[in-house]
């Protein structure tokens, strides 16, 4: 028997798909079969796949308010946390939280298909971009588990009892509050206690950056250790590792080195032309200076959905350009001087880097994340042993305007507070508390 109603609220949806789907395009409906007691999502269409995407906005709305899904052997699975939805190549919900009967709770990403053999031809376990599944789900499910290309096994998750809008007793919201109490981080009742708790989860994590940059200033030296710093920063979330990579691979007193030899007018593209081959982006038009390690994989750089702007080669001009920018003084100590004048505004303003015939290398945004994220919390780790000259790092870092909102920060402010209280993020200071707490709720477990 066949249920001609359409599931949830996608009428506008379908609505839309259909306007766009004209002159011989596809027709989609959507229905629910029932049998023998369960439930299936069906698609009547022509020539077309079904979207995925209205699979993910039932997970998304209703996952966390069901008590009746089970993995395919039968386990009970509560999702605590959805997720945050992808926005790159890779699993449809990310960092999402869930407790399975045998496992306890865990925490990791979320991949969607309508049919669970979807993702074999989709090529999902043989990409290591879904080594983070910890559910797999599915409408038509044929095995219990998902091998991804670490080798590790997914359960399977039958998503039938998405199709059904969940009732009063199980009408409920996730409360992450309750895990980040046991961080250390209880709910405010407040306004004003949420901006305690944020500023003090900001501060947790600028300390934790400055250890760290003060435990790579012992190891590599400051200049390298600033440097890798600065590096992370512009490979934003996507290509962060890669960067680091890059980094350890065209170490900052090679560039240093050999780019004071190079003509002053021809610096920079002498920089860029090493990074670049290095990275394995681009065909080498330039040899690498000896003491630079191999050319990395173009694998190993994540490049889909990446707008133009955001390139890794677009950035690494500008990593090029800030170095030569302090060739002389030292990457370390010209920063280092810079910030210890306490201006914000002069800091970013000299860690950006205009576009000649096109999208900055480094606007304003990625200029205050660098000092933010790393510039700062480097100061902050030098100072300890180098005098109170520039011990004001902290108190710059309190002070810092509020940087560009991202999906996390975004995610968690919705997730954390309530709308009334959104205003309370209103420095970086409290941006980072955002982003502390979501590294807690990673690690929680």
């Known amino acids: ?131 983070g599944v910890v559910i797999h789900g599915a409408l038509e499910v044929e095995s219990e588990q998902t091998r991804l290309y670490s080798g590790v096994q997914a359960p399977l998750v039958d998503l039938g009892a998405l199709l059904n809008e969940p009732g009063p007793a199980e009408d409920g919201v996730f409360d992450l509050w309750h895990l980040l109490a046991g961080k250390g981080f209880a709910r405010p009742e407040s306004e004003a206690e949420a901006t305690e708790v944020l500023e003090r989860a900001g501060d947790a994590r600028f300390m934790a950056k400055a250890q760290w940059l003060g435990q790579s200033i012992n190891d590599l030296g400051p200049d390298q250790a600033l440097y890798q710093a600065l590096m992370e920063g512009l490979g934003y979330s996507t290509n962060r590792r890669p960067f680091l990579e890059l980094a350890s691979r065209a170490p900052y007193g090679v560039l240093e080195a050999e780019a004071k030899q190079a003509a002053p007018d021809g610096r920079r593209w002498k920089i860029y032309g090493w990074l670049a081959a290095c990275s394995g982006l681009t065909e080498a038009y330039t040899t690498r200076p000896r003491g630079m390690g191999p050319a990395m994989d173009r694998k190993e750089w994540r490049l889909f959905q990446v707008r133009p702007s955001n390139h890794p080669l677009r950035r690494i001009m500008g990593a090029a350009q800030i170095i030569e920018r302090y060739l002389e003084s030292g990457l370390a100590s010209g920063l280092v001087e810079l910030a210890a004048g306490g201006n914000a505004a002069k800091l970013t303003k000299r860690l950006v880097v205009a576009g000649s015939d096109g999208p900055a290398p480094v606007g304003t945004g990625r200029a205050r994340d660098l000092a933010v994220n790393a510039v700062l919390p480097f100061v902050h780790a030098r100072g300890r042993w180098e005098g109170p000259r520039w011990s004001n790092a902290l108190d710059l870092y309190r002070g810092f305007p509020k940087l560009a909102d991202n999906e996390l920060t975004r995610e968690m402010k919705a997730q954390l507070l309530p709308a009334h209280w959104h205003g309370t993020v209103s420095n970086a200071r409290r941006q980072q508390g955002l982003l502390h707490l979501s590294a807690l709720l990673k690690g929680a477990f």
Do not use: C
């Open 1 to 131: 028997m066949r249920d001609h109603r359409y599931i949830g609220n996608i009428d506008n949806q379908i609505a839309k798909e259909q306007r766009q789907q004209r002159a011989g395009m596809v027709l989609v409906t959507y229905t629910i079969e029932h049998t023998e007691g369960r439930h299936r999502f069906v698609a009547e269409e022509r020539g077309e796949k079904v979207p995925e995407r209205l699979l993910a906005k039932l997970w998304r709305e209703r996952a966390a308010r069901q008590s009746s899904l089970r993995t395919q052997a039968g386990k009970p699975v509560r999702v605590v946390y959805p997720g945050r939805p992808g926005t790159a190549a890779g699993p449809d919900f990310r960092d999402a939280i869930v407790e399975v009967e045998g496992l306890g709770t865990v925490r990791g990403d979320v991949e969607l298909h309508l049919r669970q053999r979807d993702g074999d031809a989709h090529g999902r376990g043989g990409d290591p971009n879904y080594n």
